[in-house]
């Protein structure tokens, strides 16, 4: 890249915040809301490929929501396995290869099985990776590295870098957190030290592809210094 040359967002990360508030401003069954979220999805998906990310990385079940009621984990599980159904064969077919982040096992077999074909289906494409965070925590990320590491000799940033979830990814250049929030909750901690932050009003089932572009024009206007002048 040239000096002069705009800084070109090669993985973007999304923490994808306000289902159940879209659903509720609405007074809709909170349901509703994860259904149109999984939507959102859809459209954010495409358009990464169409605008040439490497990489998107999306939250989709955190290590906490499992404290969330039985019900709404149980309608979760039961949209996400409807995503697979749906929509691999189109994004195998663009070339997009699916990753999962984070602890996938730890749910129910079929669920398992559904995500692993899905990946294997995947495994060979060459086109934008999505990440998907499923049971996934940073701090465990973090900590499980930091074990291995150690396992293989001295601890230093790269050595922890090299088996976090993410090792195999570009860097992460910009992290968005939709419906107004400004935290991170537990999302790519280590790998957002250097990254660009947006955090935006728009709930994430009023979320589309424009959102998107307008955030990497935005990333790409910003002067990434990484602590130097």
């Known amino acids: 890249m040239g000096k002069d040359e705009p800084a070109?967002?090669?993985?973007v990360a999304i923490i994808m915040d306000g289902n159940g508030r879209w659903a509720k401003k609405r007074h809709l069954p909170r349901a509703l809301g994860h259904q149109r979220g999984v939507e959102a999805v859809r459209r954010v998906v495409r358009s990464a490929r169409e605008l040439g990310l490497e990489a998107l990385t999306l939250y989709a079940f955190s290590t906490e929501n499992w404290r969330r009621p039985e019900e709404e984990v149980s309608d979760l599980m039961s949209l996400m396995k409807r995503f697979i159904v749906s929509d691999l064969e189109e994004f195998a077919e663009a070339g997009v290869r699916l990753k999962i982040i984070g602890d996938y096992k730890a749910f129910k077999p079929d669920v398992v099985e559904l995500v692993e074909k899905a990946m294997a289906r995947t495994?060979?494409?060459?086109g934008t990776t999505l990440a998907v965070a499923l049971n996934y925590g940073s701090q465990d990320?973090?900590?499980?590295?930091?074990?291995?590491?150690?396992?293989?000799?001295?601890?230093?940033?790269?050595t922890i870098s090299a088996e976090l979830d993410t090792?195999?990814?570009p860097p992460l250049d910009l992290l968005i957190r939709t419906s107004g929030e400004v935290r991170l909750s537990n999302f790519l901690l280590w790998q957002a030290a250097y990254a660009e932050m947006l955090f935006t009003d728009v709930l994430w089932p009023d979320f589309t592809g424009d959102h998107l572009k307008d955030a990497l024009e935005t990333f790409a206007a910003r002067e990434r210094r990484y602590g130097g002048r």
Request: net charge positive; glycine share 6%.
């Open 8 to 11: 070109r967002a090669r993985h």
């Open 123 to 126: 495994a060979g494409n060459s």
């Open 167 to 169: 090792a195999d990814l």
């Open 141 to 158: 990320e973090i900590a499980r590295a930091a074990t291995k590491a150690a396992a293989k000799g001295p601890i230093t940033p790269e």
